[in-house]
């Protein structure tokens, strides 16, 4: 089945720092989805998109979908304290019309103040 | 407006018992998804359904695994004769009809199975 490889797996910055994720696969998404999860929780909703090459701007999270339909990225630009989680892509494979979402491992991000 | 609920939180079951995680929709929303996530991993798909039909089991375990969306109450998915293995978080999300952007997907906090 389809697979997502995102990296990198951790990071830990300083407040103020930006930061950039990213998701890969070798299979096409229609679908590319940006989530936060918090522990003891499900996860959240950052950004959707749903065309390639598109940029979409959440505040100070910007995300983009790949040209070829295989990759994304996450930036999240003046990190703050609250911004720790695990951030994780999602994509839903062409050829699907329900919400049958492919996730990757996950980014675990901590902020030092 | 309350959002998906699941119930329960957490839920301990000794090897061989049975566990009953359920997941009540929301508001206006009938299609259901159950997602299982491993520790330190992703969500991966379990099972899709509407009210009382199972759309898309292909992420289900063969055996020991059963998910049910009835006509009336919350879905429920039904774990038979847990093994150690069996211990993750299971989240379910919910969205009003099917081809619904992933925008309006909704999922809830999960229950937290321990197998001892």
């Known amino acids: 089945g389809q697979q997502l490889n995102q990296s990198p797996q951790s990071m830990f910055i300083q407040e103020g720092e930006d930061v950039s994720m990213n998701c890969t696969s070798s299979?096409?998404?229609?679908?590319w989805l940006w989530y936060k999860q918090e522990p003891g929780e499900g996860p959240v909703l950052l950004i959707a998109?749903?065309?390639?090459?598109e940029l979409t701007s959440n505040g100070r999270l910007t995300a983009q979908f790949g040209i070829t339909r295989k990759d994304s990225f996450l930036n999240i630009s003046a990190s703050i304290p609250s911004d720790v989680g695990i951030y994780f892509c999602?994509?839903?494979?062409?050829?699907?019309?329900?919400?049958?979402?492919?996730f990757g491992q996950g980014t675990i991000l901590t902020v030092h103040p | 407006n309350a959002g998906v609920m699941q119930n329960p939180r957490h839920l301990v079951r000794r090897r061989g018992q049975e566990a009953r995680l359920r997941c009540s929709p929301m508001?206006?929303?009938?299609?259901v998804y159950w997602y299982r996530q491993l520790p330190e991993e992703g969500l991966k798909f379990m099972v899709y359904l509407q009210k009382e039909n199972i759309i898309d089991e292909s992420g289900m375990p063969k055996e020991r695994f059963s998910a049910e969306f009835p006509k009336e109450g919350p879905s429920i998915l039904r774990i038979q004769q847990v093994v150690r293995g069996d211990s993750a978080a299971y989240f379910c999300?919910?969205?009003?009809?099917?081809?619904?952007?992933?925008?309006?997907?909704?999922f809830g906090s999960g229950t937290r199975l321990t197998v001892v």
């Open positions: 508001k206006g929303h009938s299609h």
């Open positions: 299979s096409i998404f229609n679908t």
């Open positions: 999602a994509g839903i494979p062409g050829g699907t019309s329900y919400g049958k979402l492919t």
């Open positions: 998109l749903y065309k390639a090459g």
């Open positions: 999300a919910s969205s009003p009809q099917d081809g619904t952007p992933a925008c309006c997907y909704t």
